[in-house]
């Protein structure tokens, strides 16, 4: 069973870093396309980075890019956001979810693509808020 628990959010200053933390509690992360993303109040959740696992391929949106890091631990049972020079506006929720790696789209597989509704499992979320 899939239980995805997210961890590592709390408050920070602007500027400041943060590690969040994704842990799958039914097993690790072996063979799937783990994202992260973030809902802010009165906005609708949004893609921040996918990884999968099996490659270890990584995508970034486009408004995410360099501020924003993936990445796994060697066991594969972690998968990390880190978050640099964070700004008030990244004040969100933020969710991990996981899946297959592959999607179907007529009829052909494809990498899973880092969009919200291509994600079955998703975690709780953990809140992030960047003030002074």
């Known amino acids: 069973q899939v239980q995805l628990v997210e961890s590592g959010g709390g408050l920070v200053q602007p500027g400041g870093s943060l590690r969040l933390s994704c842990v799958n509690s039914?097993?690790?992360?072996?063979?799937?396309?783990v994202g992260w993303f973030r809902q802010a109040p009165g906005k609708e959740r949004e893609p921040i980075s996918c990884?999968?696992?099996?490659?270890?391929?990584?995508f970034y949106a486009d408004s995410m890019r360099g501020r924003f890091t993936i990445s796994r631990d060697n066991a594969k049972t972690t998968i990390y956001l880190h978050m640099n020079n964070v700004e008030p506006e990244d004040t969100a929720v933020y969710y991990c979810?996981?899946?297959?790696?592959?999607?179907?789209?007529?009829?052909?597989?494809?990498?899973?693509?880092?969009?919200?509704?291509?994600?079955?499992?998703w975690g709780q979320g953990t809140q992030v808020t960047v003030s002074s």
């Open positions: 979810a996981k899946d297959d790696p592959l999607q179907m789209i007529f009829g052909f597989y494809y990498n899973r693509e880092c969009k919200v509704d291509n994600f079955r499992s």
């Open positions: 039914g097993s690790g992360f072996y063979d799937d396309t």
């Open positions: 990884i999968n696992t099996r490659d270890d391929t990584t």
